[in-house]
T-cell receptor, first 115, second 115 residues
Framework: DTGVSQNPRHKITKRGQNVTFRCDPISEHNRLYWYRQTLGQGPEFLTYFQNEAQLEKSRLLSDRFSAERPKGSFSTLEIQRTEQGDSAMYLC?????????????FGQGTRLTVV | GEDVEQSLFLSVREGDSSVINCTYTDSSSTYLYWYKQEPGAGLQLLTYIFSNMDMKQDQRLTVLLNKKDKHLSLRIADTQTGDSAIYFC???????????????FGSGTRLQVQP
């Protein structure tokens, strides 16, 4: 296992289109996180799964955003009716936690550009 | 809410020590982390410290935590040009199965190492 994998690495889309990103976590990791990072900022939390259950969502996650992790393995993040403000790097992270600490390992991200 | 702050930029000469500082507001923070991000790459976990510790050393890295002042620092000894990157401080109040799972990141400190 080579780590957290995200696809695609880059996506350019026209405003109003829908996009979907995929994240494949480290295989034995039960927790999966989505973050968004804009230029010059640190990552901001979007949502988190434990196995297939989506346990937490940030206020940043508007109704246009939906995330799934149907079998508790890979996850998808869909953005509907994209807006220019959605342009950012979308980062996925995974961790295996039995107790503490929560060491999250990040993928290389999907860079979204909305034109 | 939780807030993490860092200075934006630090420039040092190769061979000198670098000290990157971070302050946080959440008194319930249990783990504090340092991540490194190189251009075009994901976030790499460098080290972490539990809130009941005040120091942790790992090879060239030394983490100091002042819990009273909510101040965290990362010292890199014998800084090399390969250390040039953005360094993020992050915190969580996750404790086993309780507490906030997601990480709250600072905006990052860009470290420039001059030859």
């Amino acid at each position: 296992d080579t780590g957290v994998s995200q696809n695609p690495r880059h996506k350019i889309t026209k405003r109003g289109q829908n996009v979907t990103f995929r994240c494949d976590p480290i295989s034995e990791h039960n927790r999966l996180y989505w973050y968004r990072q804009t230029l010059g900022q640190g990552p901001e939390f979007l949502t988190y799964f434990q196995n297939e259950a989506q346990l937490e969502k940030s206020r940043l996650l508007s109704d246009r955003f939906s995330a799934e992790r149907p079998k508790g393995s890979f996850s998808t993040l869909e953005i509907q009716r994209t807006e220019q403000g959605d342009s950012a790097m979308y980062l996925c992270a995974s961790s295996f936690t039995r107790g503490s600490p929560t060491e999250a390992f990040f993928g290389q991200g999907t860079r979204l550009t909305v034109v | 809410g939780e807030d993490v702050e860092q200075s934006l930029f630090l420039s040092v000469r190769e061979g000198d020590s670098s000290v990157i500082n971070c302050t946080y507001t959440d008194s319930s923070s249990t783990y504090l982390y340092w991540y490194k991000q190189e251009p075009g790459a994901g976030l790499q976990l460098l080290t972490y410290i539990f809130s009941n510790m005040d120091m942790k050393q790992d090879q060239r890295l030394t983490v100091l935590l002042n819990k009273k002042d909510k101040h965290l620092s990362l010292r890199i000894a014998d800084t090399q040009t390969g250390d040039s990157a953005i360094y993020f401080c992050a915190e969580t109040s996750s404790r086993g199965d309780t507490g906030r799972r997601a990480l709250t990141f600072g905006s990052g400190t860009r470290l420039q190492v001059q030859p």
